[in-house]
């Protein structure tokens, strides 16, 4: 029992195996002499000035919020993608529909401003 | 003596079919050598993929030495400069003594930094990269492997070199590294829309979510059918693998050097054989969706043929990328947001249903009608689109929302009415 998937396990397993080996090798053969001096945080020269894990901007949120709409929606386009040729042309309108309200959506998020970056 | 003309004859053709499909070849020899030493059929299996995909993987690698190369070449030739030329032939030689130099170099691990997330990234970007290798058909008989979820594979995939950029970001402990993350999150999601949107119109046409099935279902190059679409999925795939103009997450000017401003030796240099990779694989995917992959002519039967077309295809498209690369100014944040959400996504949209509604109205058949009402189509929307932006936007009131505010106001000697509506301590 030997499928596509099996040969795509075992391709990733080197994939992600080859860079790690790779880098644990340099690890191995380059020198290691840290410092306090050496191993501080670079902030163009000076002293770093407070936490480093800032607070992000709230747009990025919004953003998200958007995306998962929109991630949603292809999920649930893809299947009718590959049965396109099968389908009538009623079909199609009908997910023409579908992408016509998503459209809306982004109308409505666009309108309320969500999609302005402050 | 014709006895010896037949050998060398017989040899002669043994060697160009070799050439001409060398995968099926070697795959049949490697199955009779190894079935000869009494390994059994799913044993044989096992090897046979391990040694293809070590040797797809470490043709990957190995093949980025030479797009460093390349790359440096070319933006040299752009900045009017010669780019490397001591090492070897024209430079070929320095990225091999880059690499060479790399490896000696000490690690640096800032202080406080999450040791998990910061040693997993540069693993992550360059795996996810050379894990998209995998589903990339190079002719009918060279490829990985031709899953019937391709496409989705290949955006799942393309999210975790994405993921390693966030994790640098969050375990560096460092504040660009930080705002680079943020920004790589908003850019992976954001052109991510537009992206999948007309990626599904490849798929729509050739009936299948496999990599190999839509390269062999091109009579007609998808280009041809849908323009505006690969036009739309070319610049969301320069901005999902953040190229410039679209290099907000290391942006030189602002962010030093983003994510990767705490690594060092090897650990940052994967993240540059990742970065210079998905260009490469960006543009090999564009070709074999839009630009009909390893299809041409003789390709069926001579499979070498159809990765040298594809090889054709490919070198155009990674050229038109770094042509953009060099000429092209970066964005900023606002105008990337904006350009994507209220730009090409709208777009995307509206070319996948015009498309999906237009061609299925028309006989398949009837290729050359189908190509003319597309490309009509596409004009259109093009032409509309382009009114919009001119014309209509910039009359647009913006919202209330939307209004640059300050961050910080003076003290007011004497406070004016206006003072009502800026209750303070309301907005920082």
């Known amino acids: 029992m030997f499928t596509d998937w099996i040969y795509l396990g075992i391709?990733?397993?080197?994939?992600?195996?080859?860079p790690l080996a790779a880098i644990t090798f340099a690890g191995v053969i380059s020198p290691k002499k840290p410092n306090p001096i050496k191993d501080s945080i670079y902030e163009c020269g000076i002293e770093p000035i407070g936490e480093s894990r800032i607070q992000f901007k709230v747009q990025y949120y919004v953003y998200g919020l958007i995306f998962l709409v929109f991630d949603v929606e292809t999920v649930l386009?893809?299947?009718?993608?590959?049965?396109?040729?099968?389908?009538?042309?009623?079909?199609?309108?009908?997910?023409?529909?579908?992408?016509?309200i998503l459209a809306a959506a982004l109308i409505y998020a666009w309108r309320k401003g969500a999609l302005e970056w402050l | 003596m014709a006895v010896i003309w037949q050998n060398i004859l017989t040899f002669l053709q043994g060697v160009l079919?070799?050439?001409?499909?060398?995968?099926?070849?070697?795959?049949?020899?490697?199955?009779?050598?190894?079935?000869?030493?009494?390994?059994?059929?799913t044993l044989i299996q096992v090897?046979?993929?391990?040694?293809?995909?070590?040797?797809?993987?470490?043709?990957g690698l190995f093949f980025t030495v030479f797009l460093i190369w390349l790359e440096r070449k070319v933006g040299g030739r752009f900045q009017d400069r010669l780019g490397p030329n001591r090492v070897g032939p024209w430079g070929l030689f320095q990225p091999l003594a880059d690499m060479v130099k790399i490896f000696t170099k000490e690690y640096i691990t800032p202080t406080g930094a999450d040791k998990i997330p910061y040693n997993l990234a540069p693993v992550l970007s360059v795996g996810a990269v050379l894990a998209v290798i995998a589903v990339i058909p190079f002719a009918s008989t060279i490829f990985g492997v031709n899953i019937n979820v391709g496409v989705v594979y290949l955006m799942a995939v393309g999210a975790i070199g994405e993921l390693g950029i966030i994790m640098a970001g969050l375990g560096s402990n460092n504040k660009y590294a930080l705002i680079a993350g943020f920004r790589a999150v908003a850019n992976l999601i954001s052109y991510e829309v537009p992206m999948v949107l007309v990626l599904l119109i490849p798929v729509m046409f050739s009936g299948s979510l496999g990599m190999n099935d839509i390269a062999r279902s091109q009579?007609?190059?998808?280009?041809?059918?849908?323009?505006?679409?690969?036009a739309i999925f070319f610049i969301a795939s320069i901005a999902e693998n953040s190229r410039a103009p679209f290099d907000l997450i290391e942006a030189d000017s602002e962010l030093v050097a983003g994510f990767n401003v705490e690594y060092s030796g090897l650990k940052f240099g994967m993240f540059?054989?990742?970065?210079?990779?998905?260009?490469?694989?960006?543009?090999?995917?564009f070709a074999t969706l839009f630009l009909g992959g390893w299809r041409g002519p003789g390709a069926e039967s001579i499979p070498i043929l159809g990765f040298i077309y594809l090889s054709v295809k490919a070198t155009v498209v990674y050229f038109l990328i770094l042509h953009i690369r060099f000429t092209v100014p970066r964005f900023r944040i606002d105008q990337m947001m904006n350009f994507n959400w209220k730009f090409l996504t709208p777009l995307a949209l509206v070319v996948l249903a015009a498309t999906a509604v237009v061609d299925k109205a028309i006989p398949s058949n009837l290729t050359a009608l189908r190509i003319g009402v597309n490309w009509i189509v596409n004009i259109a929307i093009w032409v509309a689109a382009d009114r919009l932006v001119r014309v209509v936007a910039p009359k647009r009131v913006v919202p209330e929302v939307a209004r640059p505010r300050p961050l910080a106001r003076p003290p007011l000697a004497n406070p004016p009415q206006a003072a009502a509506e800026h209750e303070p301590g309301g907005e920082a």
Do not use: C, K, M
């Open chain 1, 11 to 18: 391709f990733l397993v080197i994939a992600f195996a080859l």
């Open chain 1, 77 to 100: 386009l893809f299947p009718w993608a590959v049965a396109y040729n099968q389908l009538t042309l009623f079909g199609v309108l009908e997910a023409v529909l579908f992408i016509a």
């Open chain 2, 17 to 41: 079919r070799f050439i001409g499909d060398p995968i099926t070849i070697l795959n049949q020899w490697l199955t009779g050598v190894l079935s000869g030493w009494g390994a059994n059929a």
């Open chain 2, 47 to 59: 090897i046979l993929a391990i040694l293809g995909g070590a040797s797809l993987v470490l043709g």
């Open chain 2, 219 to 230: 009579n007609v190059w998808y280009i041809f059918l849908a323009p505006l679409s690969a």
């Open chain 2, 272 to 285: 540059y054989v990742a970065d210079f990779l998905h260009s490469a694989t960006a543009a090999l995917i």
